[in-house]
């Protein structure tokens, strides 16, 4: 027998192995597709009911919640509405524009004793009749005599509640912050801007405050409208040696040596 008939005889049987061989590969394929996709979907079914499980949980757990819980269907008849510029400045003590009646139920949550007003214009009869009734006395630093004596120039100067705010009222108004008798206090003013920061600006200094840390709480109180120059030069000037303070009656956040 020739080669070329002996070729010619074995090329049936290895086009028949090749065709058994890919025949099984692709069986082989198929089989492990189909076990793929059954653990697909049995990975898919079994996290639709964990999904399923967990939402059944949480709905339970605000059901619990609402047991007690009830549908609002009207605005509430008791509005507690802070005052404009409203801030705390140490425990007990706070800052803010000129409270209204709308700001009642609010400053009824302060429990204060004293209220230091730093407006230009008197408080309305109807805020100074709800001071009287929850006995809280209200301190008009400025603006309630025509003249004052001035100790530190020695003479009288004259004190008008549209004139800007002075050594001697800041004074007088430091000394009443720094003594705790009168907590809880407000210090107020218009807008709660100019008059109350020159104030709390030099409460700062009396604190020991650097002047960048006190001129950037003065300015974020001011907003778009920014700081006036002379009241952070009135700050900057303040003679802070001029406040007198009781050690026994100091707040608790002021540290002040025994005399």
Request: charged share 25%; hydrophobic share 35%; net charge negative.
């Amino acid at each position: 027998m020739s080669i070329e008939q002996s070729q010619s005889q074995d090329h049936p049987q290895r086009s028949s192995d090749s065709a058994n061989h890919r025949s099984s590969h692709e069986a082989a394929l198929k089989c492990e597709e189909a076990v793929q996709s059954a653990q697909e979907v049995e990975h898919s079914h079994s996290q639709q009911s964990t999904i399923k499980e967990e939402e059944e949980l949480r709905q339970q757990h605000i059901e619990q919640r609402n047991t007690n819980l009830r549908k609002i269907t009207e605005p509430p008849v008791l509005r507690i509405i802070p005052p404009l510029n409203f801030c705390p400045v140490e425990k007990q003590l706070y800052r803010s524009g000129q409270p209204s009646t709308i700001n009642q139920s609010f400053l009824n949550q302060l429990n204060l004793k004293t209220i230091i007003w730093l407006a230009s214009e008197e408080p309305s009869d109807e805020f100074l009749d709800y001071c009287a009734s929850q006995a809280i006395q209200v301190d008009f630093v400025a603006g309630m005599n025509d003249f004052e004596f001035d100790k530190i120039h020695n003479r009288h100067v004259s004190i008008n509640p549209w004139d800007s705010l002075n050594e001697s009222t800041i004074t007088k108004a430091l000394e009443l912050i720094v003594d705790k008798r009168n907590y809880p206090m407000l210090v107020c003013c218009g807008m709660g801007r100019h008059r109350t920061g020159t104030v709390v600006g030099c409460l700062r200094r009396f604190q020991g405050w650097n002047l960048a840390s006190v001129s950037e709480e003065y300015r974020r109180f001011v907003g778009a409208r920014r700081g006036r120059i002379l009241v952070e030069l009135l700050i900057e000037g303040f003679d802070i040696s001029t406040v007198r303070v009781d050690p026994q009656y100091a707040p608790d956040w002021l540290k002040v040596k025994p005399a």
